[in-house]
């Protein structure tokens, strides 16, 4: 069924790309994830449509290794793996600043497990912030689908605290509070540059 | 063999994108593209690690149709295809301005076909400029090795003129006048931020 905005325009999704993670979903990840994604991708197209700003996520990283040519038109990768990505999923612009983000989610109801993030994630965010860039993660509870805008700063005390050999997650009171609340909506799915727009600018 | 830059940091590229994209070009595109690539990854690499700036080149995307799990930490991908990417490939923050930029190259001496841009790509760096982004090609006549630094809009102002029934490339001659010419370096290898620099900044 095609998603219509309350402006009248259709959404659509990249029509292959989303047949190919439905698929992937199916059989490997149960799910995990694709909600949240989906909605993030919705609401950048929101942004992108209306003007807002120009945000998208990035291909996953594939390394390639075999591909046949029937036709040199066509061709077919046979053997390929994916790889762990060396940045954060999503990244644009918004009046000019630079976005990078990372969206994760987690069926735990009291506490985000860090090891949701990769180290090569953190630090890519510490460098984005440190050249002037605005860098956050979006979290959600999947169980009470509740999401949160958490700026990479407050991330960092927690992933610093891990390091140092404290807790390995941050407690739900810990998130609430030093974050943003993101209530799911229409249009846009999820206001993320509405939190970006209150603590950035 | 290890490229080392003068600092003596060990350069290295993601040694499995690497190994993949050289498979490919050995079968497909007879090596079209790759000196421009990996000169650009050698200087982001440079950039990041020096502190000037994070920039990335985003993964190509790819449609994953079909996946095997022989163990379930090693999925192998079976079926896949090369998708069209809907922007560019390379994107990032410098000086707290958002970048983002496209490479090409030819082989041709005198002019730079406009076909080797998509549509979405230029309708893409138009978003990103009216965003208050910084959107950029880099152009390498692979003849001469010459490179040049074309700011988006003189590129659009050439686009434009191709829309309106007008010559399919830009000549050589209105290149030299709209561009910044790039000297090859050794570190950083394409120095494209110092024409950023002069600029926008």
Redesign the interface.
């Given at each position: 069924m095609a998603i219509r905005y309350p402006n009248g325009k259709k959404h659509t999704y990249?029509a292959?790309?989303n047949?190919?993670?439905k698929?992937?979903t199916d059989?490997?990840f149960s799910n995990r994830g694709m909600t949240l994604e989906d909605d993030i991708n919705t609401t950048n197209s929101y942004y992108?449509n209306r003007?807002i700003?120009?945000i998208?996520k990035?291909?996953?990283?594939?390394?390639?290794?075999?591909?046949d040519?029937p036709v040199r038109s066509?061709?077919?990768?046979?053997?390929?793996?994916?790889?762990q990505?060396?940045?954060t999923d999503y990244?644009?612009?918004?009046?000019?600043?630079?976005?990078?983000f990372e969206a994760k989610e987690t069926k735990i109801a009291s506490s985000f497990p860090l090891k949701n993030f990769h180290e090569h994630q953190i630090s890519?965010m510490k460098?984005?912030e440190?050249?002037?860039?605005i860098a956050f993660v979006i979290i959600r509870f999947s169980h009470l689908d509740e999401l949160f805008f958490l700026p990479f700063q407050a991330l960092y005390t927690f992933w610093r605290r891990m390091i140092e050999g404290g807790r390995k997650s941050i407690a739900k009171e810990e998130l609430l509070a030093c974050s943003i609340p993101l209530k799911l909506g229409l249009s846009p799915r999820i206001p993320y540059l509405d939190a970006v727009e209150s603590i950035y600018f």
């Amino acid at each position: 069924m095609a998603i219509r905005y309350p402006n009248g325009k259709k959404h659509t999704y990249p029509a292959r790309l989303n047949q190919s993670e439905k698929r992937l979903t199916d059989t490997t990840f149960s799910n995990r994830g694709m909600t949240l994604e989906d909605d993030i991708n919705t609401t950048n197209s929101y942004y992108l449509n209306r003007g807002i700003a120009v945000i998208h996520k990035k291909p996953v990283p594939i390394q390639v290794v075999r591909v046949d040519y029937p036709v040199r038109s066509a061709a077919v990768i046979k053997e390929a793996y994916f790889r762990q990505a060396s940045t954060t999923d999503y990244n644009g612009v918004y009046k000019g600043k630079y976005i990078d983000f990372e969206a994760k989610e987690t069926k735990i109801a009291s506490s985000f497990p860090l090891k949701n993030f990769h180290e090569h994630q953190i630090s890519h965010m510490k460098q984005v912030e440190s050249h002037g860039g605005i860098a956050f993660v979006i979290i959600r509870f999947s169980h009470l689908d509740e999401l949160f805008f958490l700026p990479f700063q407050a991330l960092y005390t927690f992933w610093r605290r891990m390091i140092e050999g404290g807790r390995k997650s941050i407690a739900k009171e810990e998130l609430l509070a030093c974050s943003i609340p993101l209530k799911l909506g229409l249009s846009p799915r999820i206001p993320y540059l509405d939190a970006v727009e209150s603590i950035y600018f």
